[in-house]
């Protein structure tokens, strides 16, 4: 069982009270569980599908049917090429969330939301959502038979509104930031009476609960060992809030002996975290960023509602906030597809450049595991018109060839030979090449 508590006046809710903020001041709410003393593994694990294994720690009774699609439960990758490249003084590991659903973390939030509000008799859901999150939520409300409406930005890549169309979800686009969806959301909640499934704790307390389960996972796949860093991309914050939750729930309960330190990363073009934390800012003390501006878009969020928790995270952890450029984005996000076999979107690139910026500077070393957070097959769009991949390649001239490294240069060769070969068969045949121009159009 649990409860809900006001962070501001400390009033307490339960589940049938069917609050998601505070109705006395407003305030957020945080989840407490009844679970007190030392577990072993086997108490806390139950035999449950994906990420509900943990449901010792989740907001449903263990009698309760949950809306699932197996989310969780994501392979933990070790990194040996990327590693090396980067010049890592340890290990390095992905956690590999586009293997989920949906193809991103977001479904683990999603399935929680989605089950407490089934839970509460929610009729209807809505979302606001700059990319993975709206995916998530309208396939989860399908599953749950519920109807549910999609705010998003009007810059949101094609591919994701025809994601949330697929499921069965109407998407209403508009100018302007998700911070605007949200507001939105929320203003026609009381109207339409739907349930807001953001993944803001502010408006939504039950979404972090499922993305903490990433820690849990995390710590198990390691034969229960703690890692010294985990690293994680910053939009809304929420994820790296999640994360130290988990950890610490876990230390709480003896099944972990200490913590990680935690780094934050964003986009240089909208990095208020980072900002906060280089000024020595107190958490309340984040500002909106001006004019975001990052290829990295579902992270491009002007203020984090859950920055605050985020940022105290980071500091309590020893940990660290990292800003790296588009430019470097781009470079680790065809990187880590080309060396480890995982397509990423240029968002969950972020934190594993901001891990060798860190490792660079002696910041980051040992055991590093980096949460690479959404499939790349949700921008293949965006990367076509960066690389002009799909389409023939043209021959490199002899200024961007001398500038490839050595061993793109004889990739570049042996694709070459591969063609002329190709061609003395079947003159019509032509190359799409896997390295063409290094740098994006």
């Given at each position: 069982?649990?409860?809900?508590?006001?962070?501001?006046?400390?009033?307490?809710?339960?589940?049938?009270?069917?609050?998601?903020?505070?109705?006395?001041?407003?305030?957020?709410?945080?989840?407490?569980?009844?679970?007190?003393?030392?577990?072993?593994?086997?108490?806390?694990?139950?035999?449950?599908?994906?990420?509900?294994?943990?449901?010792?720690?989740?907001?449903?009774?263990?009698?309760?049917?949950?809306?699932?699609?197996?989310?969780?439960?994501?392979?933990?990758?070790?990194?040996?090429?990327?590693?090396?490249?980067?010049?890592?003084?340890?290990?390095?590991?992905?956690?590999?969330?586009?293997?989920?659903?949906?193809?991103?973390?977001?479904?683990?939030?999603?399935?929680?939301?989605?089950?407490?509000?089934?839970?509460?008799?929610?009729?209807?859901?809505?979302?606001?959502?700059?990319?993975?999150?709206?995916?998530?939520?309208?396939?989860?409300?399908?599953?749950?038979?519920?109807?549910?409406?999609?705010?998003?930005?009007?810059?949101?890549?094609?591919?994701?509104?025809?994601?949330?169309?697929?499921?069965?979800?109407?998407?209403?686009?508009?100018?302007?930031?998700?911070?605007?969806?949200?507001?939105?959301?929320?203003?026609?909640?009381?109207?339409?009476?739907?349930?807001?499934?953001?993944?803001?704790?502010?408006?939504?307390?039950?979404?972090?609960?499922?993305?903490?389960?990433?820690?849990?996972?995390?710590?198990?796949?390691?034969?229960?060992?703690?890692?010294?860093?985990v690293a994680g991309p910053v939009g809304g914050g929420g994820l790296i809030a999640s994360l130290w939750q988990g950890f610490q729930e876990l230390h709480g309960l003896g099944?972990?002996?200490?913590?990680?330190?935690?780094?934050?990363?964003?986009?240089?073009?909208c990095a208020p975290l980072v900002r906060a934390y280089t000024a020595g800012d107190p958490p309340e003390g984040i500002r909106r960023w001006e004019n975001p501006d990052t290829?990295?878009?579902?992270?491009?969020?002007?203020?984090?509602?859950?920055?605050?928790?985020?940022?105290?995270?980071?500091?309590?952890?020893?940990?660290?906030?990292?800003?790296?450029?588009?430019?470097?984005?781009?470079?680790?996000?065809?990187?880590?597809?080309?060396?480890?076999?995982?397509?990423?979107?240029?968002?969950?690139?972020?934190?594993?450049?901001?891990?060798?910026?860190?490792?660079?500077?002696?910041?980051?070393?040992?055991?590093?595991?980096?949460?690479?957070?959404?499939?790349?097959?949700?921008?293949?769009?965006?990367?076509?018109?960066?690389?002009?991949?799909?389409?023939?390649?043209?021959?490199?001239?002899?200024?961007?060839?001398?500038?490839?490294?050595?061993?793109?240069?004889?990739?570049?060769?042996?694709?070459?030979?591969?063609?002329?070969?190709?061609?003395?068969?079947?003159?019509?045949?032509?190359?799409?090449?896997?390295?063409?121009?290094?740098?994006?159009?």
């Amino acid at each position: 069982m649990y409860n809900l508590q006001c962070a501001k006046c400390s009033a307490t809710y339960t589940i049938e009270d069917a609050v998601y903020q505070c109705s006395k001041c407003g305030g957020s709410l945080d989840i407490s569980y009844a679970l007190r003393g030392k577990l072993t593994p086997s108490e806390f694990i139950i035999d449950s599908p994906g990420m509900w294994r943990y449901r010792r720690l989740l907001p449903a009774g263990l009698t309760d049917e949950v809306i699932t699609l197996s989310e969780g439960l994501t392979r933990l990758h070790r990194c040996d090429q990327l590693q090396e490249r980067i010049g890592l003084d340890g290990s390095l590991y992905i956690k590999d969330e586009t293997g989920n659903p949906t193809g991103t973390y977001k479904d683990r939030p999603a399935s929680v939301g989605v089950t407490v509000a089934k839970l509460m008799g929610a009729k209807a859901l809505a979302i606001a959502s700059d990319g993975n999150a709206a995916p998530s939520v309208a396939a989860y409300a399908a599953r749950a038979g519920l109807p549910c409406f999609a705010f998003m930005p009007k810059t949101t890549p094609l591919e994701r509104l025809i994601q949330v169309q697929m499921y069965g979800a109407p998407v209403i686009t508009l100018d302007g930031s998700v911070n605007e969806c949200i507001q939105l959301a929320e203003q026609g909640r009381e109207l339409f009476g739907w349930h807001h499934m953001s993944t803001a704790g502010p408006v939504n307390p039950y979404q972090r609960e499922g993305s903490k389960t990433i820690a849990f996972e995390i710590c198990e796949q390691l034969g229960w060992k703690v890692p010294d860093w985990v690293a994680g991309p910053v939009g809304g914050g929420g994820l790296i809030a999640s994360l130290w939750q988990g950890f610490q729930e876990l230390h709480g309960l003896g099944l972990i002996d200490k913590l990680p330190k935690l780094l934050a990363a964003q986009a240089a073009g909208c990095a208020p975290l980072v900002r906060a934390y280089t000024a020595g800012d107190p958490p309340e003390g984040i500002r909106r960023w001006e004019n975001p501006d990052t290829i990295a878009t579902t992270i491009e969020v002007p203020y984090p509602l859950d920055g605050p928790m985020a940022l105290q995270a980071v500091r309590e952890s020893g940990g660290t906030a990292v800003a790296v450029a588009d430019e470097e984005i781009l470079a680790m996000t065809r990187q880590i597809s080309s060396s480890e076999g995982i397509l990423v979107e240029p968002t969950a690139a972020v934190s594993l450049t901001a891990v060798r910026k860190a490792s660079q500077s002696g910041v980051v070393k040992g055991t590093v595991i980096n949460v690479v957070t959404g499939t790349g097959l949700k921008t293949l769009s965006l990367f076509a018109s960066l690389w002009g991949m799909g389409a023939k390649a043209e021959e490199l001239p002899a200024s961007e060839f001398a500038e490839l490294t050595e061993g793109e240069r004889q990739k570049v060769e042996m694709e070459q030979e591969v063609l002329r070969w190709a061609q003395s068969i079947n003159v019509s045949a032509q190359i799409s090449s896997s390295v063409g121009a290094r740098k994006p159009r």
